[in-house]
């Protein structure tokens, strides 16, 4: 994406505007595409704007990250969804997600049952997808 075109082509396209020449015309004359033209009229119209607006980023951050790691360290087991309520913001998981990350924390996976204490089920000597159990009958 390129740079916001500049105040001066803004104002000298919005007066040919003003003096009625047509989209198409204007568009043509100054290596603008009609629907920006567009777009600059009604902006012009309806909110008496005809700057430009700043472009891309985040202009602030909903995540209180102090906080946030706070959370974590008091319950490190919580999904994101529970820090999230927690912290009472409205925001994407994906963002808690990322704010985690930035924080140096990760996810680790986690058994959630104690490990079998059953012997194993098959005999170690057995080929895999084997029985394990001799045939009755003895084939020749």
């Known amino acids: 994406m390129g740079a916001a075109y500049s105040q001066d082509l803004r104002d000298k396209v ?12 204007i ?7 009609p629907s920006w033209l ?4 009604q ?17 602030f951050e909903k995540i209180d990250r102090v906080r946030l790691a706070q959370l974590v360290a ?14 009472g913001v409205v925001c994407a998981i994906s963002a808690m997600g990322a704010a985690v ?5 990760s996810f680790k996976k986690k058994r959630y049952t ?11 000597d057995v080929r895999s997808g084997s029985s394990g159990v001799r045939a009755s009958t003895r084939i020749v």
Do not use: W
């Not at 568009?27 to 595409?33: G, I, N, P, T």
């Not at 902006?43 to 985040?58: A, D, Q, T």
């Not at 104690?114 to 170690?124: T, V, W, Y």
């Open 43 to 59: 902006r012009r119209r309806e909110l008496n704007e005809i700057s430009p607006r700043p472009m891309g980023g985040k202009r």
């Open 114 to 124: 104690p490990r079998s204490k059953i012997a194993p089920m098959s005999r170690s």
């Open 74 to 87: 008091q319950r490190p087991d919580a999904t994101l969804a529970e820090l999230r309520e927690a912290l």
């Open 101 to 105: 990350k930035k924080l140096g924390f």
């Open 27 to 33: 568009a043509q004359a100054f290596d603008v595409s």
């Open 38 to 41: 567009r777009r600059v009229a």
């Open 14 to 25: 919005l007066h040919a505007y003003d003096r009625g020449m047509k989209t198409r015309q």
